[in-house]
């Protein structure tokens, strides 16, 4: 009996190492696991902080009015006209390519110098309302080597 004792002890003692062992191999496999997941969110955390960071240290194209309405004008007084005026935000000069108004009758009218940080540079942009009677919005899609691609600016009005 006290033999058949013993054994039983030895089997007692033999599964709880086993489980000691088993919950110390879990632990083990999951801290790894919860450390390379830690690991890879920093990593692709750097990432994505690195590319923004070049994102903001080119042109950045930016208006206080991107928009201006004429209200009402006569056809007959012809063309009209307003400026606006187009300031680089960003920490490099900005080059404005191109500008494309939405219709011939729109001409915009703009430098391709550089513009420096934190300066302004005018774009008139003239309405011909000859043969349009009605009230009109027309589009100014300003392209630069900003880091936005294109920017818009809009006219709007009513013609007599």
Do not use: H
């Amino acid at each position: 009996m006290a033999l058949s004792q013993c054994y039983y002890c030895l089997i007692k003692k033999i599964a709880l190492l086993e489980k000691k062992f088993l919950l110390r191999v879990t632990i083990s496999t999951v801290m790894k696991k919860a450390t390379l997941l830690a690991l890879f969110t920093f990593l692709f955390t750097l990432g994505v902080w690195a590319q923004n960071e070049k994102k903001e240290t080119g042109a950045v194209i930016s208006a206080e009015i991107v928009e201006y309405d004429f209200g009402s004008i006569k056809e007959a007084n012809g063309p009209v006209s307003y400026t606006f005026k187009i300031k680089n935000v960003g920490k490099a000069p900005l080059v404005i390519t191109r500008i494309n108004a939405s219709c011939g009758c729109t001409t915009p009218e703009f430098s391709t110098e550089p513009v420096a940080p934190g300066k302004e540079t005018p774009v008139k942009v003239t309405y011909n309302p000859a043969g349009r009677p009605g009230q009109f919005v027309k589009t100014i899609a300003v392209y630069s080597n900003g880091k936005d691609g294109a920017f818009t600016l809009r006219i709007k009005g009513v013609v007599e």
